[in-house]
């Protein structure tokens, strides 16, 4: 091989490196996609969260729904009317589905991961506390798999030690290629770093049963 040839390799080479470096993989999903897809579901005095699935459908805690005179709210502060809620089964499988106009400008989440395992890095986003917060990430690992609470509470919960607040129910759970995993549907007053999470399948199945995406 001539010192040409070796030349023209390393060249060709060297431009495919940078390509590589320089050119974004297609369809991944980042932080601010998944802020983009986050809602709001208020009244304007309380508050609860959502995720946008497309085709005019959110994914939010079953608990989230129901409120009198509630709108959507997206993270640019745009508001959309509700048209149809769908509350999926009791407390035991806390998920809901709130319907609006599908010409929405909100993208939507379409990327689903598998259920999470013991010790599993997860993010959470919604919107704690105030709405002026806006949408918020908090992260946390999987602690505890398949918790039945008593008095017809959730059952099949994830715990994660992730901090939960009031207003971030029905938020997405991502895992680390953010990618849906579950949603928020509970946590406990004075214990900031307990998140109860919904999971993936139960949401799935929910989703092939009562929607159309």
């Not at 989230?64 to 640019?76: F, N, P, R, V």
């Not at 379409?110 to 890095?121: A, I, R, Y």
Request: aromatic share 8%; proline share 4%.
């Amino acid at each position: 091989m001539s010192f040409k040839d070796i030349c023209i390799i390393v060249s060709i080479f060297i431009v495919i490196i940078c390509m590589m470096v320089l050119v974004p993989a297609a369809n991944t999903t980042t932080p601010e996609d998944i802020i983009a897809s986050t809602i709001v579901v208020t009244d304007g005095y309380g508050h609860g969260s959502g995720v946008y699935l497309g085709n005019g459908v959110i994914l939010t805690a079953g608990h989230c729904l129901g409120i009198q005179d509630a709108w959507i709210e997206d993270s640019k502060g745009n508001q959309y009317s509700i048209l149809n809620e769908v509350y999926c089964g009791d407390w035991t499988e806390d998920i809901g589905f709130i319907m609006i106009n599908p010409k929405v400008d909100i993208p939507a989440m379409t990327k689903f991961g598998d259920m999470p395992e013991l010790n599993d890095k997860v993010h959470i986003c919604g919107t704690p506390l105030e709405r002026v917060m806006g949408q918020n990430f908090t992260t946390g690992t999987i602690t505890k798999l398949d918790v039945d609470f008593p008095d017809g509470w959730w059952d099949d919960a994830i715990i994660a030690d992730a901090a939960s607040y009031p207003g971030n129910s029905g938020g997405g759970v991502y895992n680390e290629d953010l990618e849906l995993i579950g949603i928020l549907v509970g946590g406990f007053v004075g214990y900031d770093n307990i998140a109860i999470i919904e999971g993936i399948d139960d949401i799935m199945r929910q989703i092939n049963l009562e929607v159309e995406l």
